[in-house]
């Protein structure tokens, strides 16, 4: 199984990414999809996931508002649409496959999620 997010990249504030994930080995409509980042010195942290459909999604406050989550199953792929991209958006971004096609019960944790792509990198400046 091997989950590449790609659509990093360096921007000024205010700007936007689009990031991708792409997966070989296993088939992503089967499971929700969630998008975590990690900035230096800091935890991995959850910014949004979406249910096998697409249909449900979940942001993290601090881009509710400036990120979508979206999700092709026909292409096996699931996107982060990133505008409005503020200084401290500045991290390694990371897709990842929660079990459950509804990411029941806790989504937040990366201990919730089990396959991880190698992350891409975003960088905001002034």
């Known amino acids: 199984v091997q989950l590449q997010a790609s659509g990093g990249g360096s921007v000024q504030t205010g700007g936007s990414l689009k990031l991708s994930c792409t997966a070989s080995g296993i088939t992503l409509s089967s499971f929700s999809m969630g998008w975590f980042r990690q900035a230096p010195g800091k935890e991995r942290e959850f910014v949004a996931v979406?249910?096998?459909?697409?249909?449900?999604?979940r942001y993290a406050d601090s881009v509710k508002g400036r990120f979508t989550i979206s999700r092709d199953n026909a292409k096996n792929t699931v996107s982060l649409q990133m505008n409005s991209l503020k200084l401290e958006d500045t991290a390694v971004y990371f897709c990842?496959?929660?079990?459950?096609?509804?990411?029941?019960?806790?989504?937040?944790?990366?201990?919730?999620?089990?396959?991880w792509g190698q992350g891409t990198q975003v960088t905001v400046s002034s």
């Open positions: 979406i249910s096998w459909s697409g249909t449900s999604t």
């Open positions: 990842a496959t929660h079990p459950h096609p509804y990411y029941s019960g806790s989504y937040v944790r990366t201990e919730d999620y089990h396959y």
